[in-house]
């Protein structure tokens, strides 16, 4: 083999393993850290993992709000309207955090059922609504007018 | 009567559009002076058409015109002259129509500075920013007029621009930072134009260089200063999310910053030439998806436009078009025969083509890591969203990486260099680079393996930087002498190289040691954080022009010594009736101080952040060090000089025959 190819194939060896390094870091990150979305119907129906982190969301039910006199531990429940899940979060809520508001929460799902969150996020502007709270609302409501036109044969 | 005026220049510019990316690209092919000379004056004219519809939006902003939809939805009389003027740019239209702004701003600035380029490679730049021109002039007229009306019903007053964007961060982080996404596309220009023609030599890639290097600039601030924007307003006191729109800018900047430094030996040593037309292109397509992911509605961010799903599909095409027609030019025209240039397995070519490899590497790491959970979610693989410790896992290695290969770069030559050579050059450096990470470590008072290493990095950047500047600057007439010898983009590298250096230490310092403490507080009650004492001595009201605020009293002290006094603020803005933070920060250079107000907790009790931010200001110092490089960098006389002798050497012939000429006039 002549230098120059030697050369060559010495540098593309270095920029494989770089490479594969770099992919093996990257797959290795990318599987500890991919977190789903599950909507409260599907908490509620046990197709969540218990203790894996991942993402719960829906509306803020009206009048769940309690918060703790002495710290910041505060207890709400999330909403898709059919079902609803308890959250468990110390800290501060984003500013627009409020009742009947979309939120997104990342945490796990403890063995009670219960979703202790380690991040709370509320939408940010009046127009806005974070994509996964909507679909949780459309799938929610689409279920229920199945379940109707399911009934509606019985009246 | 004006807004419609507005539409209509909107729809002229367009039209001057689709004849500058017709008239001088024909013009250029088919060697037709008289059409080409029609560039500059297409570019001058669309230019001015898009700046006249900019200024009619604004005056509607300024003259509180609410039958103009866009108007009323982002303003209200209430807000300050300056706040209507900024929210012009301050929701989906108007952003657009900047954009669109500073892309005929771009392009007019090619045609005013290009005066010295052979006219068929102007023509045809200046055609193919006519063709994006297009694109986007269509997207605004089809998807998205500032300028509809709400008639006959006008409201009364406007539904108030978003209070997070009343803010003077609001009033420059969009400008800058689409200067940035838009000036690449005049690198996309120039690499399309040398497909087209086929030349693709040194000069092709200097031509690029300053205008590469500029809009690089600008997107450094731009990020830069949305950072920090969201450092002080957000109220969360963190500077860097992997929100993705975040990453929609970093994106670009990576690609840009590989291929700043692949025109540089492609200018320097004709090599790379492929690949620097592929980066350049790369560069302006993550522009553009960018722009399709923050306009698209696709993403959940903390930057959000109302989501129209007519919108992303229209950017969406644009960047499928921009993709496959310029990488089919690629394929057709990109050069086959291998240039015979060699170098050594040391030389900076190597070293530069391995700063790109990395670059590409957390390039495509952050583009993962946006896109996937957009890609999951189209194939219904269910919502997934790619959480921080990912990017922060993946990047922070690379970072580091980039840092040490920078700093063996900088002693590197072309072509060889011999390795003995670079292991002597390099002791200085590693010997005190390991000094201050270890020193670091000890005055923040515990080992991070993280902090270490970026602090390792950083303090290599620098030392070698310094190392290299003092080395050059021996002169026999004097250090002073040797300093002014060097050339301005000399300086602007050094002080590129040493911006990146603040960066990385600021980051892996204010992320290591940063405290954060989130705790419920009464008046009277005192915590310590960072070894300083915060007394929340009361909250009082301040009326603003639009708000009402609650603004609670923090006495910072140190040792028992008085430090500063912070005023968080909590505002509700009265039209919306949102309630925004507003932080109390005591800046400094080695730390910041940081006191939000959050919500009230029972009775008497505030939820109150406190944060010790230990060089956070370096994050943002670096960054301006960086862009001010930059700026310098493209201030070098050499990119003056060429061009004059070039001109010379062109015109050359043109004054010969006129001087002879002359003679004869003087004697008929």
């Known amino acids: ?155 | 009567m004006f807004p419609e005026f507005g539409q209509v220049t909107l729809i002229l510019s367009l039209l001057l559009a689709i004849l500058l990316a017709v008239v001088p690209l024909v013009g250029s092919l088919t060697g037709r002076d008289s059409l080409q000379a029609f560039a500059r004056p297409l570019a001058t004219g669309q230019f001015v058409f898009v700046a006249i519809a900019f200024a009619i939006l604004t005056r509607a902003f300024l003259i509180d015109d609410f039958s103009v939809a866009y108007v009323a939805n982002n303003s209200n009389s209430l807000m300050p002259w300056y706040y209507k003027f900024s929210a012009v740019w301050g929701g989906h239209e108007g952003s657009l129509l900047l954009w669109i702004l500073m892309l005929a701003g771009w392009t007019l600035a090619v045609a005013i500075f290009s005066r010295r380029l052979p006219s068929v490679m102007v023509s045809q730049v200046l055609s193919v920013m006519g063709m994006v021109s297009i694109g986007f002039l269509l997207f605004i007229l089809l998807t998205s007029n500032p300028f509809d009306r709400i008639l006959p019903n006008v409201p009364a007053d406007g539904a108030d621009l978003n209070p997070l964007l009343q803010d003077f961060g609001l009033i420059v982080h969009p400008p800058l930072l689409y200067m940035g996404y838009v000036g690449f596309s005049v690198a996309f220009a120039f690499a399309i134009a040398a497909l087209i023609n086929g030349r693709l030599d040194a000069a092709w890639a200097r031509w690029s260089r300053p205008w590469t290097t500029v809009a690089w600039a600008f997107l450094s601030l731009g990020i830069a200063l949305g950072s920090w924007w969201a450092y002080y307003e957000l109220g969360w006191g963190g500077w860097w999310f992997w929100d993705p729109v975040e990453n929609a800018s970093l994106l670009p900047w990576i690609a840009g910053t590989a291929l700043m430094h692949s025109l540089a030996v492609t200018e320097k040593r004709g090599v790379f030439k492929s690949w620097t037309v592929l980066l350049a292109i790369l560069t302006f397509s993550l522009s553009l998806l960018g722009a399709f992911l923050v306009r698209s509605g696709v993403l959940t961010s903390v930057h959000s436009f109302a989501a129209d799903p007519t919108r992303g599909a229209f950017l969406l095409g644009l960047l499928a078009i921009t993709v496959v027609a310029s990488l089919t030019l690629y394929a057709f025209r990109a050069p086959v025969v291998h240039t015979r240039v060699r170098f050594g397995s040391l030389s900076r070519e190597v070293f530069l083509l391995l700063n790109n490899v990395f670059l590409m590497a957390a390039m495509l790491l952050v583009l993962v890591g946006t896109v996937f959970p957009l890609i999951a979610s189209y194939y219904e693989l269910g919502d997934v969203s790619v959480g921080e410790p990912f990017f922060n896992l993946t990047f922070s290695p690379l970072a580091v990486a980039v840092g040490l290969l920078l700093g063996a770069g900088i002693f590197s030559r072309w072509k060889r260099t011999d390795g003995g050579f670079l292991a002597r050059k390099l002791l200085w450096p590693a010997a005190v680079s390991l000094v201050v990470a270890a020193a670091v470590m000890v005055a923040m008072g515990g080992f991070k393996p993280w902090a270490f290493a970026g602090v390792l990095s950083a303090a290599w950047v620098a030392v070698a930087t310094f190392q290299d500047l003092w080395l050059r600057s021996d002169s026999r007439h004097g250090r002073w002498h040797g300093l002014k010898r060097q050339s301005r983009s000399f300086y602007g590298m050094v002080l590129g190289h040493l911006g990146l250096a603040m960066v990385i230490a600021g980051a892996s310092v204010a992320s290591n040691y940063g405290i954060e403490r989130n705790l419920r507080m009464s008046p009277g009650d005192q915590t310590e954080v960072g070894g300083y004492e915060f007394r929340f001595a009361g909250v009082g009201e301040r009326q603003g022009a639009n708000f009402t605020a609650q603004v609670g009293r923090f006495e910072v002290t140190l040792d028992g010594r008085y430090v500063t006094t912070l005023y968080p603020e909590r505002r509700r803005y009265l039209v919306q009736g949102n309630v925004m933070t507003e932080a109390g920060i005591d800046p400094g250079l080695i730390r910041d101080l940081f006191v939000a107000l959050a919500e009230p907790v029972g009775e008497n009790g505030w939820a109150v952040r406190v944060q010790y931010k230990p060089l956070v200001r370096w994050l943002w110092l670096g960054a301006l060090v960086m862009a001010i490089g930059g700026f310098l960098a493209i201030a070098d006389r050499r990119y003056r000089i060429r061009e004059t002798s070039a001109s010379r050497v062109k015109q050359s012939p043109e004054s010969s025959s006129s001087s002879t000429g002359r003679p004869a006039e003087a004697g008929a």
Do not use: C, W
């Open chain 1, 1 to 155: 083999m002549n230098p120059a190819r030697k050369r060559k194939l010495s540098i593309i060896l270095f920029l494989l393993a770089g490479l594969a390094i770099a992919v093996g870091l990257a797959t290795y990150a990318f599987r500890q850290n991919i977190n789903l979305f599950y909507d409260p119907s599907q908490i509620a129906g046990g197709e969540a993992p218990v203790d894996v982190r991942i993402r719960a969301g829906g509306m803020v039910e009206e009048g769940s709000v309690r918060r703790d006199p002495d710290s910041l531990k505060v207890e709400f429940r999330v909403t898709d309207y059919a079902s609803s899940v308890t959250v468990m979060y110390e800290g501060i809520l984003p500013d627009l955090f409020a009742e009947g508001q979309g939120v997104v929460a990342t945490g796990h799902l403890n063995g009670e059922g219960r979703f202790m969150a380690e991040q709370v996020l509320a939408k940010h502007d009046e127009q806005y609504m974070p994509p996964e709270v909507s679909k949780a609302l459309e799938k929610a409501s689409a279920r229920a007018e199945e379940q109707g036109a399911k009934e509606l044969p019985n009246y």
